[in-house]
């Protein structure tokens, strides 16, 4: 866990004299994301930081690959939902895609669009943003909103299966499903 924080930092405010170190990072932390046992509860706080470092990488020290590349990739990754620590960033970067509609996000013919909401809504469910940043949350409740309105009944309703009977209790309260 620590190895990947070290890293989003290098990414995060490294600049470029870490460029090319976090380029050679970025195939060892997928690795570390799609292990099998990944989400663990052993392992999750190891794999969010990795997906967090990846997020600090593609958004901040991005000059020695190419980033529209390796955003598929770090979509599929998400979400986060329990390393309040590590969330609010990774989720900042997600909703800044979104609203300028990067197609390496959406996906070609909006493709990743029933996975963007799912991630969300499971990231909305978890509460892993509420102690931190409101604007945030409200930012992430109306894309969700917004996503879930443009989906067709069929995809709309794939996506709340995904979810447990929980999850949708928790996001009925909070006003985004019915």
Request: glycine share 6%; charged share 15%.
């Amino acid at each position: 866990q620590a190895a990947c924080y070290g890293v989003g930092l290098c990414g995060h405010v490294g600049g470029p004299d870490y460029a090319d170190f976090c380029q050679a990072a970025l195939p060892f932390l997928f690795q570390l994301i799609n292990l099998p046992n990944a989400r663990a509860q052993e392992n999750v706080y190891v794999t969010e930081n990795a997906i967090s470092a990846v997020t600090k990488i593609c958004r901040f020290n991005d000059s020695k690959f190419d980033r529209v590349a390796v955003l598929p990739s770090w979509i599929q990754s998400l979400p986060i939902v329990v390393d309040e620590d590590e969330a609010s960033l990774t989720y900042e970067f997600l909703m800044d895609l979104i609203d300028t509609r990067h197609t390496s996000v959406l996906g070609l013919n909006n493709v990743n669009i029933p996975h963007l909401a799912t991630v969300m809504l499971e990231a909305l469910a978890s509460g892993v943003l509420m102690s931190g940043n409101p604007a945030l949350v409200s930012r992430l409740m109306n894309t969700v909103k917004a996503v879930l309105s443009s989906l067709d009944r069929t995809l709309q309703t794939t996506v709340l299966s995904s979810l447990t009977a929980e999850k949708q209790k928790t996001l009925q309260s909070m006003g985004l499903i019915f």
